[in-house]
């Protein structure tokens, strides 16, 4: 593929990220609740967003070059969403590479499905409905978490362990599952890392 094609891919990639923004509209402070029953729109183009986001990565990349921690052909969507709900994008990076390590295909044993590891109810509540397309996964995972950060006063610890372990298991402190303990460590172990990298603020 051409250069002139590539960015072509590129712009179109962008036009789509602007398109999801739209879609979400205004972010504000709902309760808990409501923001889970609130319906994602029926987005579009999703296949062609999907291709022309990997035909960009095995485009421009170096070959034998691995990319750094952190990065991936998410990039473009993680920032959307960052911006969309006001969130670091470190954050929804460390998610990511600890929930699925950047495979948009991934399904766990318990059935949580994507990059962010949705859980086919909680997809359903957040209106996602292909959990592998990676703009609704992202921009739904990154709705729930933001969420859980407001459920619990911006305890960014609880947050997680709900993330992990579901709301319901979380009272005054972080459950004593030592899956959601790993959990919760290994994500606050890549937020701090991609901060640095990204230097952004932190909560």
Avoid: W
């Avoid at 250069?3 to 179109?12: A, K, R, T």
């Avoid at 990220?17 to 987005?43: A, C, V």
């Avoid at 967003?49 to 990349?61: C, I």
């Amino acid at each position: 593929m051409s250069v002139e094609n590539v960015y072509q891919n590129i712009e179109s990639i962008l036009q789509r990220i602007d398109s999801i923004k739209r879609r979400f509209g205004t972010y504000r402070s709902y309760s808990f609740e409501q923001i889970l029953q609130n319906k994602i729109e029926e987005s579009e183009a999703k296949d062609e967003l999907q291709e022309a986001v990997e035909q960009q990565t095995e485009d421009l990349a170096v070959p034998g070059a691995a990319p750094d921690e952190g990065t991936s052909a998410y990039d473009g969507i993680i920032e959307a969403a960052a911006e969309r709900f006001r969130i670091p994008s470190a954050l929804i990076r460390a998610v990511i590479k600890q929930e699925s390590n950047f495979d948009s295909s991934a399904v766990s044993h318990k059935g949580a499905m994507g990059l962010m590891q949705l859980m086919p109810e909680t997809a359903e509540l957040l209106g996602v409905e292909n959990p592998f397309e990676p703009d609704e996964n992202i921009f739904g995972g990154t709705r729930y978490l933001v969420d859980l950060i407001g459920l619990y006063g911006g305890n960014l610890n609880k947050a997680l362990a709900a993330y992990n372990a579901g709301p319901q298991n979380v009272g005054e402190r972080v459950p004593n599952i030592p899956e959601t303990r790993d959990f919760v460590d290994s994500v606050l172990y890549y937020y701090e890392s991609f901060s640095k990298t990204k230097d952004e603020e932190g909560f």
